[in-house]
């Protein structure tokens, strides 16, 4: 089953060329079913190919999932087409109008700021409060697993000493999985790698003695990747298992166009060779994941989202 977005969406046709099925409204409305609700909170820069990311993964499911596209009302974003958030994006403040299966919240460019200088911080933690008792699970990517954390358990987080960038390897601890927990890793291998790209961490030791959350995948070279607490009900992915294959080189390319200092991304081109085509290998556990995810939204959330707890 599709993806619902709209038809003028850039996502749309760009995913259908790659065979992702994608539905419009007009046809979804025909369908006798209830659809799962899933709203993205997009707070990167690259809208546009942030949507594409998400939605490829989302797209991958023979569940119908219904889009909807958030925007921070109190942030001018100067990166995307113009007249594109306008369009397809809703303000923020209309969650009071709305129940959601899923919730994800993106990484941001913002991460060497404190979080509580972050323009639209106080927005931001409004939907996260907001999400407690009208989103049954939420996702949490990179900066947006940060500031989760620091919002809702004051987890701190910690300049590294040079920018974590490159394809990593990840376990997961099938230790502490609960049942609920379980189901997001379903399918995984031992080992199974993910990409990064940050300048900070949050801190590990202050999750572990954070008792209401659990450490599910981490690694000496990268930390902890991913937590989670109310079984599933919060997920904090610390990578970016939705980027694509150029994601990086796009990333490596632009700082290195700045000046800035930066590393080849570790692990992604053929040889450590910037001249050759990276390999993607993550791609596969990418689409395991939000499946995986959107099976375990589907299997717990109350048919009635107004019964949500």
Not at 87 to 100: A, E, T, V
Not at 128 to 152: E, K, P
Not at 198 to 220: C, G, P, V, Y
Request: net charge negative.
């Amino acid at each position: 089953m599709p993806i619902r977005i709209p038809r003028a969406l850039p996502a749309y046709d760009a995913l259908s060329s790659e065979r992702v099925f994608v539905m419009t409204d007009d046809r979804a409305e025909h369908q006798d079913i209830r659809p799962l609700k899933v709203a993205i909170v997009n707070l990167m820069p690259t809208t546009v190919d942030t949507e594409i990311q998400l939605l490829r993964l989302l797209g991958n499911s023979p569940l119908q999932v219904d889009i909807t596209l958030l925007r921070m009302g109190s942030h001018e974003a100067k990166n995307a087409p113009p007249g594109h958030l306008e369009r397809f994006y809703i303000d923020s403040s209309h969650l009071q109008k709305n129940r959601f299966d899923g919730l994800i919240i993106t990484g941001a460019p913002v991460e060497t700021l404190p979080f509580e200088e972050v323009d639209y911080w106080g927005e931001l933690a409004a939907v996260v409060d907001y999400s407690i008792m009208n989103v049954f699970s939420t996702l949490h990517i990179c900066w947006g697993a940060q500031a989760g954390l620091y919002y809702r358990y004051n987890i701190p987080k910690k300049p590294l000493e040079k920018k974590l960038f490159g394809v990593f390897p990840h376990v997961i601890n099938g230790q502490t999985l609960s049942k609920s927990d379980a189901a997001l890793f379903r399918g995984f291998d031992d080992e199974f790698l993910a990409p990064q790209s940050r300048h900070t961490a949050s801190d590990r030791n202050a999750i572990a003695a954070e008792k209401r959350l659990t450490i599910q995948s981490e690694t000496e070279e990268t930390g902890v990747f991913i937590a989670t607490a109310r079984n599933g009900r919060e997920i904090y992915v610390t990578g970016h298992l939705e980027y694509d294959s150029l994601t990086l080189d796009r990333e490596y390319r632009r700082d290195i166009d700045k000046g800035l200092p930066i590393e080849v991304p570790k692990n992604y081109y053929p040889g450590n060779d910037p001249s050759k085509a990276p390999v993607v290998r993550w791609r596969a556990h990418a689409h395991l994941f939000f499946n995986n995810w959107l099976n375990y939204v589907y299997q717990e959330t109350p048919f009635d989202l107004n019964n949500l707890e």
